[in-house]
């Protein structure tokens, strides 16, 4: 496996995972697990955050502590499936700004077309990590990526649940500086490029729709 991609095998992730993949998983629990599986990637993808040390003064005495430094943090989840998993980690990083990328398929080009985009304004400063449940061609996440490297954007992690080896590859090749974190590699693409074994929809069964 290509050594850009971090696969988390951690036995809570897994579990958890393994319910938002089950065809009976109802609406409200499948959103909660998601936001539950984000949150406890979150925990793993920013174990490289730098640390600065400051003086706290605790009701003992003053002490020398740690707190994160250098760049801020700011995610960006690709609209609508991205959503689902925000929440979970505004819940460890709750200073994280929010930006959003709106893509949907053009059905005579099956190429993702953008229409929204709304970001932080210091992107140079800030450490962008891209949200997206599903990793299937790969191409929302490459478009989503480039747009964000076109508007000044230099650190970029991608995070997602489920990934099928089409669509690292094609990511891998279109932007290889870009790690991609997720929770599992599945097998490959069905003929209507829906991952398999997957977990159908994830925009669907996060908002209930069909």
Same mark, same amino acid.
């Given at each position: 496996m290509n050594s850009n991609v971090y696969v988390f095998d951690h036995p809570l992730i897994q579990h958890k995972l393994s319910y938002i993949r089950d065809e009976k998983t109802g609406t409200k629990e499948f959103r909660e697990l998601v936001n539950e599986v984000a949150m406890l990637m979150a925990y793993e993808i920013t174990r490289d955050l730098p640390l600065e040390e400051v003086e706290i003064k605790t009701p003992i005495r003053t002490a020398t502590c740690k707190m994160i430094s250098g760049k801020k943090v700011g995610l960006v989840p690709i609209l609508r499936a991205g959503l689902g998993m925000t929440d979970g980690i505004l819940r460890l990083i709750p200073a994280a700004k929010v930006?959003?990328?709106?893509?949907?398929?053009?059905?005579?080009?099956?190429?993702?077309?953008?229409?929204?985009?709304?970001?932080?304004?210091?992107?140079?400063?800030?450490?962008?990590?891209?949200i997206d449940p599903m990793l299937?061609?790969?191409?929302?996440? $490459?478009a989503a990526i480039q747009s964000l490297k076109e508007r000044g954007a230099s650190h970029i992690k991608l995070?997602?649940? $489920?990934?099928?080896?089409?669509?690292?590859?094609?990511?891998?090749?279109?932007?290889p500086d870009v790690p991609l974190y997720v929770a599992a590699i599945d097998e490959k693409l069905n003929e209507h490029g829906y991952i398999v074994p997957g977990l159908g929809d994830a925009g669907d069964r996060l908002f209930g729709t069909k």
């Open positions: 930006g959003h990328i709106g893509l949907y398929r053009d059905p005579k080009t099956l190429k993702p077309v953008e229409y929204y985009v709304k970001l932080p304004s210091d992107i140079e400063e800030r450490e962008f990590i891209v299937a061609t790969g191409g929302s996440a $490459i995070m997602c649940l $489920i990934a099928a080896p089409e669509g690292i590859e094609a990511l891998n090749a279109a932007h």
